[in-house]
């Protein structure tokens, strides 16, 4: 069947379209972008820019809002309870960006340049998708699961080091605000590890294996191969997954939710909760909108900085081998 495309009152084939690309219809992909951007649309900006105006507002979600301009961002300024939700964030962008990011390298590289030589493929294959196996699990399920575990009674844990003889390091986990953080900050790092495992193992396939049997050759032991040639390889991996778990960390909500509810007095609260909690719980819908778009415009800066600092690091390496 031949495919047809109208253009100046001239019908074209498909095949001198494609030796002709001058001949094109200029739209024709904008079609095909259409979709995709109308439910960008409808689904993000449309909300994110109601949110805004709200944010603008006192407002206990029923009624006309009231205009109140700054008012809330400048209580924002002010709001201890707020920038200890937002140092909180901080902690677990180490959990959910940094240290999965620091292990799932080293462990991806042992996976592909160790296991996989000297345990076969399919070991290191299945070791994979049990790291992986976190990211499957629902967090509601995940979370539920670990709050068992973390319970100060009859947890697991707590069991298990009581049966080992280390009953003096039993600990009311998820309940002791000096430690409740931590805590889930540990529930995180389990979460999180698998992502970038899996995305590190896929950039390492693109990776020319002479570069390490050249390495091995010439003495070159595990860690001088990690450091010389698995890192600058995959270092636009590196930069997504950065990227990819710093937005998730700093968006953070269902484990949260189902671990600590914020608690114990707010020792684990992050902005994302604090606004849900001021949006349904306090009923201050024009403050917890406030919130959000805080919450918002940093992530886009952050995402934005991220990708900057990509393209600049990609540019400066092709100028080099150039």
Not at 76 to 97: G, I, K, N, Q
Not at 164 to 191: E, N, T
Request: charged residues 15%; glycine residues 8%; contains cysteine.
């Amino acid at each position: 069947m031949t495919v047809t495309v109208e253009k100046d009152g001239r019908v074209l084939d498909q095949r001198d379209a494609m030796r002709h690309p001058a001949r094109r219809p200029r739209n024709s992909y904008a079609l095909f972008l259409l979709p995709g951007a109308l439910a960008a649309l409808a689904v993000i900006v449309v909300p994110f820019l109601m949110n805004t105006a709200v944010s603008f507002t006192s407002w206990q979600g029923v009624g006309d809002p009231k205009w109140t301009g700054l008012a809330n961002y400048r209580d924002l300024l002010d709001d201890s309870e707020f920038w200890a939700s937002f140092r909180h964030s901080l902690f677990m962008v180490v959990a959910m960006a940094a240290v999965p990011t620091i292990v799932g390298l080293v462990l991806a590289a042992a996976l592909f340049d160790y296991i996989a030589k000297h345990f076969g493929t399919r070991i290191a294959a299945i070791l994979r998708a049990c790291f992986y196996l976190p990211q499957v699990l629902p967090i509601a399920v995940a979370g539920i699961v670990w709050s068992w575990i973390l319970a100060p009674d009859n947890g697991s844990l707590n069991a298990l080091l009581k049966a080992v003889g280390l009953g003096s390091w039993q600990q009311d986990w998820l309940g002791d605000p000096d430690i409740a953080l931590y805590s889930v900050m540990g529930v995180m790092v389990w979460v999180q590890l698998g992502f970038p495992l899996v995305v590190f193992m896929a950039g390492l396939q693109r990776v020319d294996p002479q570069l390490y049997e050249a390495a091995e050759l010439d003495g070159a032991g595990w860690w001088r191969r990690f450091w010389h040639i698995t890192l600058p390889q995959i270092r636009p991996e590196i930069y997504v997954v950065l990227t990819w778990c710093t937005i998730a960390a700093l968006k953070v909500f269902g484990a949260v939710y189902v671990l600590t509810k914020g608690g114990p007095g707010g020792a684990t609260d992050v902005p994302s909760y604090f606004s849900f909690t001021t949006f349904f719980e306090k009923t201050q819908v024009g403050y917890g909108a406030a919130i959000s778009t805080v919450l918002t415009v940093i992530i886009l800066v952050l995402s934005l900085a991220f990708l900057k600092f990509q393209t600049r690091a990609e540019d400066a390496e092709e100028g080099a081998r150039a």
